[in-house]
């Protein structure tokens, strides 16, 4: 069966220092991949999307960037953190469009 | 371009209270309906789905949603909530052709009272 990883589990980084947040995704292939972010009592907001290996769509403009090395990985990064980035950050897979995303547990960061 | 809307930011309710929450949903083309539910710290589970077929779908939790076409609706409900179902409850939409990117609303506060 599918599984997908995501840590850390929690984070506390000061502001200015780098991000690296890494997702890998157990038995498939090809997935689809998706970075989101949860602020505080709000809803989702897309950060990046990936169909394939080097192949990533930015949704929002902003602090961040992601990168697919492996068709399986997923990592998310950033070179200096703002006080803004701090929230809960989901990483999540699918196959094709009438299947439904899986989500890994995220990692809650906090900018201080 | 799709939208969803979840009408309710917030629903209380007793233990062993029937619920339902709402979902609207807009698109020019035919989707595919998702329910999700979030713990605390925790990601999104899958709780239902609707592709094709029936318009009543049950899905894990005792819960089930109904798909109306005509009024562009996906609303979930169960007839008996527990404490344990206090959480946050996001409907999503994806189209059944193009993007692969959902589209999610902004998810509806379930509280279960005792």
């Known amino acids: 069966s599918q599984t997908i990883h995501q840590w850390p589990a929690t984070l506390v980084q000061p502001v200015g220092s780098p991000l690296s947040l890494e997702c890998t995704v157990e038995?498939?292939?090809?997935?689809?991949l998706y970075w989101y972010r949860q602020a505080a009592g709000r809803g989702l907001q897309l950060l990046f999307y990936s169909v394939g290996i080097g192949q990533i769509s930015s949704e929002v403009p902003q602090n961040l960037s992601a990168s697919r090395p492996q068709d399986r990985q997923f990592i998310l990064s950033s070179k200096k953190l703002l006080l803004s980035d701090s929230g809960f950050y989901l990483c999540?897979?699918?196959?094709?469009?009438?299947?439904?995303?899986?989500f890994g547990n995220g990692t809650r960061l906090t900018v201080t | 371009a799709q939208s969803v809307t979840q009408l309710d930011s917030q629903v209380p309710v007793f233990e062993e209270a029937p619920v339902e929450l709402r979902c609207n949903y807009s698109?020019?083309?035919?989707?595919?309906l998702f329910w999700y539910v979030q713990y605390p710290n925790q990601g999104l589970q899958l709780l239902l789905k609707y592709l094709s077929g029936s318009t009543l779908v049950k899905g894990i939790n005792g819960f089930e949603a109904e798909f109306n076409k005509s009024q562009t609706s996906f609303h979930l409900r169960k007839p008996s909530v527990h404490i344990s179902d206090t959480a946050e409850y996001f409907c999503a939409v994806i189209p059944s052709g193009g993007s692969y990117i959902p589209t999610f609303g902004r998810g509806t506060s379930l509280i279960v009272h005792p």
């Open positions: 698109s020019s083309v035919s989707v595919y």
């Open positions: 038995g498939t292939s090809n997935p689809n």
């Open positions: 999540a897979w699918s196959l094709d469009r009438g299947s439904p995303l899986h």
